[in-house]
């Protein structure tokens, strides 16, 4: 079992930047791929980004891509997503997810979810 605890949401003006942070505790000895989704108000939750254990090859969806960072640091167990140039659009909870095995961008393959986050982008 793995426990995600997400912080660093906020309001931000549109433009502007936020780090989002993803805490993982209990069996972080596992190689689990984690990732970030989202979901806006009366909308399905997406995917946004994610990264195998090593971090290397990070995977963005068309609507991260350029803006967003997703980063990972297995020492103090902690999943990142740096989010540059934010939009109105990019207005969501924002969901961390953990999932045993390789990329996936589907919400049915992580088996671990935190509780959430909100980003709230005015324009």
């Known amino acids: 079992q793995v426990q995600l605890v997400e912080s660093g949401g906020g309001s931000v003006q549109a433009g502007g930047s936020l780090r989002l942070s993803c805490a993982a505790s209990g069996r972080t000895s596992t190689n689990y791929t984690m990732a970030w989704f989202r979901q806006a108000p009366g909308k399905e939750r997406e995917f946004v980004a994610s990264v195998t254990w090593t971090g290397i090859t990070p995977y963005y969806a068309d609507s991260a891509k350029g803006r967003f960072t997703i980063s990972r640091d297995n020492t103090n167990n902690t999943l990142y997503l740096q989010m540059n140039g934010l939009k109105s659009e990019d207005t969501a909870v924002y969901y961390c997810?953990?999932?045993?095995?390789?990329?996936?961008?589907?919400?049915?393959?992580?088996?671990?979810w935190g509780q959430g986050t909100q980003v709230a982008v005015s324009s």
């Open positions: 997810a953990a999932r045993v095995g390789g990329m996936s961008r589907y919400t049915s393959s992580y088996n671990y």
